[in-house]
Each structure stands twice: as structure tokens, then as C-alpha cells.
């Protein structure tokens, strides 16, 4: 087997398989209690999800089964669990309002394909620098537009046509509804946040939304059965409960539905990898492992592809759910294929209980999930820094909220790469020297340390950072500083970590424009990867092969001979 085809299985080998080369009896018991745990923790936030979302419940638990084996079984971290998130909620609901379930699912399978290339690609370490006020800004946002869809079940309104999928306009429906609250259904919903906020103090193992269900289911079956108290809405008032494997349903998929449908796809793509890239960056410091970035995106797409043909709703790592994995003792992806199989056993035998649960207290249980969403230490924390930041966190936040995400992704990444390039602008810089020049041991000169005359004649315009695009214009400012005395030109690029195509462009219109002023260029310092550029470009049969040197002492003698040859 070649190097190549070697490189190439060692970054897509899934490390469920590299787990295995080292697995033990020890290492299965504990990840089968971590698996155990953590599918009981993921039962009531994928019910809570799933009906957040504008879905069935089971749809919930169908892509947590089925997601969460896939991302675990073909992943690229050890303990990452998979599944639905909050994340999603707002995207997938918008997409369910404007082009119904089969536009999700069409959505959703794109996405896992725009996710497979992204990892093929190597992208997975490139979507790690997205700016970290941006993803904050996205998940306050949509922090707050969670808790505003359980508005509704958490006071019991009663509001006839439905609530609107604006924001300003939903708050609009409540405030004129809140006289038809019901005050037992608010009871509730109080109280199972209570329960969740205040049970982790005192019991330590069973997650406190788990606890807040069971109880509130309990109370909340007396009340209406043996106590008379009506207008507790419970999932089985809302849907109709199935204990069966989901049945495979082909997604149809042609060209107006794929030109309609790319923009929420490529949402949920980036969403997806951003979350999961985050959960699995955060696993990995409390682990000490390294992920696989980008055979972790390759997983979220698989999962992302084959959960829509089920009819479930988008996959992507929870941080929630991995680090209750960790916290468990879960070391390798069998907790997450273990929490799969739990969540499948309960699908099957017990489904039938959920639909029990009262919708205000899945409303409180997602309410305590947009508050641990929403970073408001963060924000704050970023709004007292850099009034940039500042500025991107809040047009971010502004824009999920007000507009919709796929708006804010879009405009999100669009101020990533400004921010980039005016960072990477800011630290690149371009002088011009005239009369001496200092030289330091850099790796450059052959001398420790000297002071070069420069003849008369001879001026040097070195840049200091990589030249692109980026810093046209400063380039351009720094050439009208140079004086009209100057014979020859000598560009510094030892500092230049690569050139693109508009610095080729305006390093060409230079050339030109000083051979017809009667001045020579030469280029000195060049890198390896910088030479290749030029040469690619014909540089040496612009400038000549004798004026590109690989040193300052070389380009000074090369440039007093130009100026002897002239006299």
C-alpha cells in the first residue's frame, strides 16, 4: 500500500476502530454505565426538541437513535454523543412553516452532504477559526428564541390561528393573550424549572429534566384524574404516540428543490459543524484526546443524510449530553452507541408514558436549556472588550433574533472573513528605505549584525507579512511615497509567507510601469513557495532571472552593478 492511500485511511478511520485496537472488559463496564446514563438524559430533551422543532416527539427520539449510533460508530472523537440540540430548533421550525416536513428533509439531507465534503476536503480545522463573538451572537440568539416559542405552554395561552414565527410579532400575540394564562399550567411549568435548577444540589446522578418529568408527570396525572383540574395540556393531548420503528421514506430531491432549499441546507451544514467542532474542542481539554475534526464532519453528514430518510430532524453533537458522558466515566464512542440502544429500547417498551408529559413542563425544561444557551457572561464580557467584537456580537444577536438564522449565518461568515483580513491587513506592514538599512541575524544575512549603506540611487521597499489582496491599497500608498531619483528598486520579501494573485497582478503592473521609467526591480529574499509563484507567473522573464536574489547582499551587489553599468 502507497504512503498516500496510507495518509489518507489513518485521516477517515472512524475511532470507534482505533478504540477497539485497545479495548477492555474494565473500559466496556464503564462506558456502558456512562451510555445508560446518558440516554436517560437525552430522553426528555429529545421529546423537547423534537416537539420544539414542530415535530412529533418520536421524530425526536428517532434522530437521536438512529444520529446518535451514527455520529459514535463513524466519529472522529471518542466521546462525542450525537443528537438533536436546541440549536436547531429555530432553523428547523422556520424551514417546517415555510416548505413543510419534505422541505426539512430535503434540507437536512443536503446539508449532510455539503458536511461529507467539508470533511473530505479538510475543512474541519478551517471552520474552528470562525470568530468567537459570532458564535456567541448565534448562540444567544437563539437562546432567546427558544425561550420565546414556550412562552405559550409554559402559561397555558390560549391563542386561536396559532403564534406567529417573528419574534416581535409572537411577543405581540402573547402580551394580547396573557389575560388567558393558566395559572395551574404556570404552576407547573415553575416548578419543574425549580426541580432542574435545584435537584443536581442534592442528587448528583439522575439529570434534574428526568426528575422534573417523572414528578410533574405524577402530579400532574392526579390532578386531572382524581382531582378534576382541566386545561393541563400533556404530548398525548397534542399527538398521537407510535411504539414502532420508524418506516424508511425516500427523499425526493430535484433541482428547483435543491435551488429552493440551499440556503437553509447550508445553514444547517455550518450550524452542525460549528457545534459539533465546539462540543468536540471542549471534550478534548477535559479528556486530553484529540479529535478528528474532519472525520467528525464526515460523520455528521452521514448521520445528517440517512436521519432524514427516517423522518427525523438534524443531527449534531450536544455538548450537554458529551460532557455527561465524560462526567460518567465514558472514554470511548461504545457509550454513545450504548446511550442509542437505551434511547431504542424506550422507544419501543415505554413510549407509551410520554404521552403523559405535560407540555408546561417540557416547556421548563427547555427554558432552563435557552438559559444555559444563551452565555450571557460571555456577552458581557465581550461587550466590554473591543468595541469590534462588540459590534459583530450584537449585529449577530440582532439578526437571529429579528430576521432568522440563516440570515445571521450568512452575514456571520461574511464578517468572519473581513475581520480576518483586517487582522491579518493589520499586522502586515510595508517601509521603504532609502539611505541605510540594518541588518540583523534573521536566518538572511551572512553577517551577525551590520549596517548597510545603501548607493546612491538604490532604494529598498520591504513587506513584512503575507502579501495579498488584503493589502493592495497599502502596497499601492507605500509606491507613491518612493522617490523619481531612484535607478533601481529593490523589494524585500524575506518576511512573506505567500503571495496571491492580486499581489502578482500589482507586483507585475509595477515592474512594467519602472522598466518605461528607466528602473530596474529586484526582488530579494524570496521563499521557496514565493519563487514558485513567480516563476509560475514568468517573473523572470519580466524582471530577468539575475535580478531575483536569494539575499539583501546579494540584491545590494546586484543593484551597484546596475548603477556602474549606468554611469
Not at 298 to 317: K, R, S, Y
Not at 377 to 385: E, N, P, T
Not at 391 to 407: C, E, P, Q, R
Request: with cysteine; glycine share 10%.
Amino acid at each position: 500500500m502507497s504512503a498516500n492511500k496510507k495518509s489518507l485511511l489513518s485521516d477517515f478511520t472512524p475511532q470507534f476502530f482505533i478504540s477497539m485496537k485497545t479495548y477492555s472488559k474494565e473500559k466496556f463496564f464503564k462506558d456502558l454505565m456512562a451510555g445508560i446514563i446518558v440516554g436517560i438524559v437525552a430522553l426528555p430533551l429529545a421529546i423537547a426538541f423534537g416537539i420544539a422543532s414542530g415535530v412529533s416527539p418520536e421524530k425526536g427520539l428517532f434522530t437521536a437513535v438512529i444520529g446518535g449510533f451514527i455520529v459514535s460508530f463513524l466519529g472522529g472523537s471518542t466521546v462525542q454523543i450525537g443528537g438533536p440540540t436546541g440549536a436547531f430548533i429555530v432553523i428547523v421550525f422556520g424551514i417546517i412553516q415555510q416548505f413543510g416536513m419534505s422541505g426539512l428533509l430535503i434540507a437536512t439531507f443536503l446539508a449532510g452532504i455539503m458536511l461529507v465534503v467539508m470533511g473530505f476536503l479538510k475543512l474541519g480545522t478551517v471552520i474552528k477559526f470562525i470568530p468567537y463573538p459570532i458564535i456567541v451572537g448565534f448562540t444567544a440568539g437563539i437562546a432567546l428564541t427558544i425561550f420565546s416559542t414556550q412562552i405559550k405552554d409554559l402559561f397555558g395561552l390560549q391563542i386561536e390561528g396559532g403564534v406567529p414565527s417573528g419574534f416581535i410579532e409572537k411577543w405581540a400575540v402573547y402580551i394580547r393573550n396573557f389575560s388567558s394564562a393558566n395559572w395551574w399550567v404556570l404552576g407547573i411549568g415553575i416548578a419543574s424549572i425549580l426541580i432542574i435548577v435545584y435537584s443536581s444540589k442534592f442528587i448528583k446522578k439522575i439529570p434534574g429534566s428526568l426528575i422534573a418529568i417523572v414528578l410533574m408527570t405524577v402530579l400532574v396525572y392526579f390532578m386531572r384524574h382524581f382531582w378534576g383540574i382541566e386545561g393541563i395540556e400533556t404530548i398525548g393531548d397534542r399527538f398521537s404516540l407510535k411504539g414502532n420503528l420508524p418506516s424508511i421514506t425516500p427523499v425526493s430531491i430535484n433541482l428547483e428543490a435543491v435551488r429552493i432549499l440551499f440556503p437553509s441546507a447550508f445553514t444547517i451544514a455550518i450550524l452542525c459543524a460549528i457545534e459539533s467542532l465546539l462540543s468536540g474542542k471542549v471534550a478534548d481539554g477535559v479528556t486530553g484526546d484529540k479529535m478528528n475534526s474532519n472525520m467528525e464532519l464526515v460523520a455528521q453528514g452521514a448521520a445528517n443524510i440517512i436521519v432524514p430518510l427516517f423522518g427525523g430532524i438534524p443531527v449534531t453533537g450536544a455538548i450537554a449530553r458529551t460532557m455527561t458522558n465524560i462526567n460518567n466515566g465514558g472514554r470511548s464512542p461504545v457509550a454513545g452507541i450504548i446511550h442509542a440502544v437505551v434511547l431504542l429500547l424506550i422507544l419501543l417498551f415505554l413510549v407509551d408514558l410520554t404521552k403523559h408529559i405535560p407540555m408546561a413542563c417540557l416547556a421548563g425544561v427547555l427554558v432552563v436549556v435557552s438559559y444555559n444557551m444563551s452565555e450571557w457572561r460571555s456577552c458581557v464580557g465581550i461587550l466590554k472588550g473591543s468595541k469590534s467584537d462588540a459590534a459583530v456580537l450584537i449585529t449577530t444577536f440582532l439578526l437571529t433574533v429579528v430576521f432568522d438564522l440563516t440570515i445571521a449565518i450568512e452575514v456571520g461568515l461574511i464578517l468572519a472573513i473581513f475581520l480576518f483580513l483586517k487582522r491579518i491587513t493589520e499586522t502586515t506592514n510595508v517601509s521603504v528605505i532609502k539611505d541605510k538599512l540594518t541588518i540583523n541575524n534573521d536566518g538572511e544575512s551572512l553577517l551577525p549584525e551590520d549596517n548597510l549603506k545603501l548607493p546612491k540611487g538604490v532604494e529598498i521597499f520591504e513587506i513584512d507579512g503575507p502579501f495579498f489582496f488584503g493589502i493592495a491599497n497599502k502596497f499601492d500608498e507605500s509606491m507613491r511615497i518612493i522617490g523619481e531619483t531612484s535607478k533601481v528598486r529593490i523589494i524585500r520579501m524575506r518576511k512573506v509567507p505567500f503571495i496571491d494573485g492580486t499581489a502578482l497582478h500589482n507586483l507585475e503592473i509595477l515592474c512594467v510601469k519602472s522598466q518605461k521609467e528607466g528602473i530596474t526591480i529586484i526582488l530579494s529574499g524570496v521563499r521557496a513557495n514565493v519563487r514558485l509563484a513567480l516563476e509560475k507567473a514568468h517573473f523572470s522573464q519580466l524582471i530577468g532571472e539575475e535580478n531575483i536574489c536569494d539575499n539583501i547582499h546579494l540584491a545590494i551587489e546586484r543593484a551597484n552593478e546596475i548603477i556602474e553599468d549606468t554611469k
